[in-house]
Structure formats: C-alpha cells, structure tokens
C-alpha cells in the first residue's frame, strides 16, 4: 500500500515529466498483471487498496486530489471493466467519493472529482448505485460557483455516453442519446446562475421515459 501511495502521489506531481513516468509505470504494471492468473485478485486488491486511502486521508487535499486523477485513470481501462468482482468495490468506492464532495469548496478536489465520477459511471451496473452516481454528477454539473468543474464533468460524460451500446446501470441508451445531445448543446462555461435551476430542470427531464 505505501509503495502504491507514492505512486499517487508522484502522478498529482509539479512537473509534468513526473506525471508521465508514473502514469507510464502504472499503465506497465497492470498490463502486466492482466495477462496473469491472479489478475482479477491484483487488480482488485488497487482498487481495494484506493479506497482505504480514502478513508484514512479523508479530507486531505494532498492525497485526494491525486488519487482521483489516478482512479479516472485506472477506472477507464478495459481490464478493469472486465473484472467480474468489481462491483463491490465500485459500491464503496461511490460512498467515499460522495463523502469527499460533501461540502466541498475545493475546486481543485472538485474538478479532479468529475474523471472518477464519470468512470465510476461507466462501470455501475446496480441501478441504485448509478443513480447516486448520476447525482453526484448533477451536482459538479450544476455547480454554481466554478463553471470550469460543469464544463469538465460535461465533457467527461459526454464520452462514457456516446460509447454507451446497451442500457447500462440507471441510464438506458435512450436516456444516453438525449443527455450526450443536451451536454453538447449547453455552453457550460458561460451557464449564468439565473440559467441553472431551468437548464437543471430540462436535464433532470431527459430521464422522463
């Protein structure tokens, strides 16, 4: 666990040349691990191992901040999506997150949020967990104070949504189509607050079957 605490710490780097190298030994190490038996065990145990992180560093801008950007990282890959046991992982780690972004002011946290959100996302199968999901979503979406955490959560979502094939967790593909075109159509950046409670309404009506 310390070795893979450094690692989160060394990719919320300065210097972009530290970025790069750790995220390039993170990206060797489980393309390594995938082709072994003990994979799904390994690949797990990081995820596992994330979430304890969270729980112990609650609150702490220096880690959090991090390892989100190491969980949107890890969270996208393929080998994880194949992962059979991953849902229980996926159901605490949505607890965490949420307690993290309860009451934050934080852009920084905030932004870094909306990778792991959105790929947290893309990985819920349970129904109930997506839709704590998608609120947590509406919620860096409708941020009224910092319209570059709206602007990042939208573009974010809007990938993991035009790549959805089947209904997937809480979002059907119907559901998908409108809410990629609704994303698309909206200038997040220059979303006035006056704005937010209508454009609110009429993305919270996009889930109206």
Not at 33 to 45: F, H, M, R, Y
Not at 114 to 136: H, I, Q
Not at 161 to 176: K, M
């Amino acid at each position: 666990m310390g070795i893979f605490k450094g690692l989160i710490v060394s990719i919320g780097g300065l210097t972009e040349s530290i970025v790069k190298y750790s995220l390039m030994a993170l990206n060797n190490f489980i393309k390594e691990i995938a082709g072994k038996p003990n994979a799904e065990t390994v690949l797990i145990s990081i995820l596992q191992h994330a979430n304890r992180i969270m729980k112990e560093h609650h609150n702490s801008e220096r880690l959090i901040v991090p390892l989100f950007k190491t969980l949107e990282f890890i969270l996208g890959r393929e080998e994880f999506a194949a992962i059979q046991g991953v849902q229980n992982v996926i159901t605490e780690m949505t607890e965490l997150v949420s307690k993290e972004m309860e009451n934050c002011k934080s852009i920084m946290r905030l932004t870094a949020s909306t990778g792991t959100v959105v790929c947290l996302l893309g990985l819920a199968k349970d129904k109930e967990v997506s839709k704590k999901l998608l609120d947590m979503a509406a919620r860096l979406l409708f941020d009224k104070e910092f319209p570059k955490v709206r602007k990042a959560l939208a573009d974010k979502f809007y990938l993991i949504l035009v790549a959805q094939t089947e209904d997937h967790g809480a979002i059907t593909t119907t559901v998908a189509e409108r809410i990629s075109d609704f994303l698309c159509e909206t200038d997040w950046l220059n979303l006035s607050q006056d704005e937010i409670p209508a454009t609110k309404e009429a993305y919270e009506n996009l889930f109206l079957e």
